[in-house]
């Protein structure tokens, strides 16, 4: 990463796409390449899916429990998304970003424009797009834990999810993973040196001049 010894607040990245654009892939491999990032684990009230870790995936949450976190006002966020409600627990992401990490979202549409709303400066938001048609209702098809109802209510929603594309700064066609990748990260590394994130950038100048 470049200007490594400058100090800088994290952003918030924001991933969003219908189901079967990729994103839990190019996700998992943007933490593996980039230790700056923590990712966001949501609560959900959704079933565990085979093998998902709790805590690790998702927190599980009874749909009581996450009503008494809503409640406890523990989301900077919520939604309810194909029928199961979602919530990021707002505790690690103010401490990530002042310690100068980035914090990954896997969030929908819906907690994207509530994050917009709360935190429009922290924000970096890209929706990524399958490459096309016949290729999303390829990659549903292949989901092997998902029964036919729940892919079909999937693809009926891509078109929905997919119509707000214009709600977000970047778009990436995720054709290749690799190249999807190098996309991610080239809008990561230049938002990290947008001016206003280089907290440390006055210091710095100082000791050059
Ligand atoms: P899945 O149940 O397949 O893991 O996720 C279903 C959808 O819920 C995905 O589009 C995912 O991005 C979204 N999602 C996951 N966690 C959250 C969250 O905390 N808030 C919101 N608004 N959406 C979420």
Known sequence: MSNENISRCGLMLVLSSPSGAGKTTLSRRLLENDKSISLSV??????M??????????HFLGADEFGAWLADGKFLEHATVFGNRYGTPSHLVNDELIRGRDVL????W???QQLKEKKRDD?????I???SHGELERRLRNRAQDGDEIVAGRMAKAADEISHWPEYDYVVVNTDVEKALADIQAILNAERLRRSRQTGISEFVGRLV
Do not use: N
Not at 42 to 47: E, K, V
Not at 105 to 108: K, S
């Open 129 to 131: 797009l399958p490459p």
């Open 42 to 47: 949501s609560a959900t009230t959704r079933p």
């Open 123 to 127: 924000l970096v938001s890209i929706f």
């Open 110 to 112: 819906q907690g994207t």
């Open 49 to 58: 899916r085979p093998g998902e870790v709790h805590g690790k995936d998702y």
């Open 105 to 108: 979202f896997d969030i929908d």
